[in-house]
């Protein structure tokens, strides 16, 4: 697999368990399309609104042209065919501050046991989340009194 943007050879790397490629060169990273469904149901919206714009790069997997599609203001190109993601260093490290969860706690569990936490499904944006938890933590506060 060669990189888009300097046709440096991809080397394999490891990302939360999922195995992405990066290019030596200029640190860009390949994410196969798979790798986080809320990311890629949002590439493909995306997609299928910028039917007619232009390709910028070839994919990396199957050389189709991708475009250019931004997720919560990280930039990337995306693939039509495979879904596959193209991103540069810079954004792919702001991406993992999107998509990675807080590590103060596991929040999938908790929410369930709370009342009245049905707004749980609007949350989006680490921050979002962050706030969210510590009313949890006041809910389970309140009921160890
Ligand atoms: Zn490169
Ligand atoms: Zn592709």
Not at 11 to 18: D, N, R
Not at 41 to 56: E, F, I, N, Y
Not at 65 to 80: E, F, L, S
Request: contains cysteine.
């Amino acid at each position: 697999m060669l990189c888009p943007v300097d046709d440096a050879q991809l080397t394999l790397a490891s990302f939360g368990g999922h195995r992405i490629h990066r290019c030596p060169q200029c640190l860009g990273v390949s994410l196969s399309g798979s790798l986080l469904p809320e990311l890629r149901a949002h590439v493909a919206l995306q997609l299928h609104q910028q039917r007619d714009s232009a390709g910028v790069q070839p994919c990396p997997v199957d050389g189709q042209a991708m475009k250019p599609i931004d997720y919560q203001g990280v930039a990337m190109c995306a693939c039509r065919q495979c879904l596959g993601l193209w991103l540069e260093a810079g954004q792919f490290s702001r991406l993992l501050e999107l998509v990675e969860p807080p590590r103060q706690a596991d929040l999938s569990n908790i929410g369930q046991c709370v009342p009245g936490s049905s707004s749980s499904s609007s949350i989006d944006g680490l921050g979002d989340i962050l706030e969210f938890a510590s009313d949890v933590f006041d809910v389970l506060g309140n009921f160890t009194d």
